[in-house]
């Protein structure tokens, strides 16, 4: 299917149902193909066109992107996982809705398909584990494990964490590789540098 210009197809569909849109060769289901970049990069739209003049006590799902299987074993056909966009802003009498994006997951032979388990708000705050999230970050680990957050780098590298504030200082803390792997505390970029605290495998604290 063509536009004015009927050397330039705006919809193909290839012999193997594969559809393209800007592209006669679909390596896809669906290929959306463009040139473009920016705001007018090849993009796929999802609208939503219900309207209300109060938003407060609607926290459904706008759109979403979903994930199915149709195997009928066990407690399928359910949904895999989906990533969807729902109103989070719920104070005073909103007319319009915000947009927070949502990541669910499902266990193996889960009974009612996907389960949240990761939130972005409105305002860009990240949940993993809650979807109430009170801070830029925030993990939640509803069990007895007592994990909730993990630095892993491999026997070449030191696992660390940086805290910056810009232009002004950084401290950084984790274990040092080249050094015994002790666990310290600098004010750098690296831990093997501007050591102010140091504890050793036996627990000594320098």
Do not use: C
């Amino acid at each position: 299917i063509g536009g004015a210009n009927m050397d330039a197809p705006l919809v193909s569909v290839d012999k193997s149902g594969r559809l393209g849109i800007g592209t006669t060769s679909p390596d896809t289901l669906l290929d959306v193909s463009s040139v473009n970049r920016g705001a007018t990069a090849p993009t796929i739209r999802i609208t939503n066109t219900f309207g209300t003049g109060d938003w407060s006590g609607d926290t459904n799902d706008l759109g979403r992107f979903e994930f199915f299987t149709d195997d009928p074993s066990g407690n399928a056909p359910y949904t895999l996982g989906h990533i969807a966009i729902k109103n989070d802003f719920t104070s005073g009498t909103p007319t319009l809705p915000s947009g927070a994006m949502i990541f669910a997951t499902t266990t193996y032979n889960a009974s009612g398909g996907a389960t949240e388990r990761m939130r972005i708000t409105s305002t860009g705050e990240v949940g993993i584990g809650t979807n109430s999230p009170d801070l830029n970050l925030h993990l939640f680990a509803n069990d007895t494990s007592g994990k909730q957050f993990m630095i892993d780098q491999d026997s070449t590298g030191d696992a660390v964490m940086s805290f910056r504030l810009t232009g002004v200082s950084e401290y950084t803390m984790g274990i040092d590789n080249s050094d015994g792997d002790k666990f310290k505390i600098a004010n750098s970029g690296t831990v093997g540098t501007a050591t102010r605290m140091t504890i050793d495998s036996s627990g000594r604290v320098g």
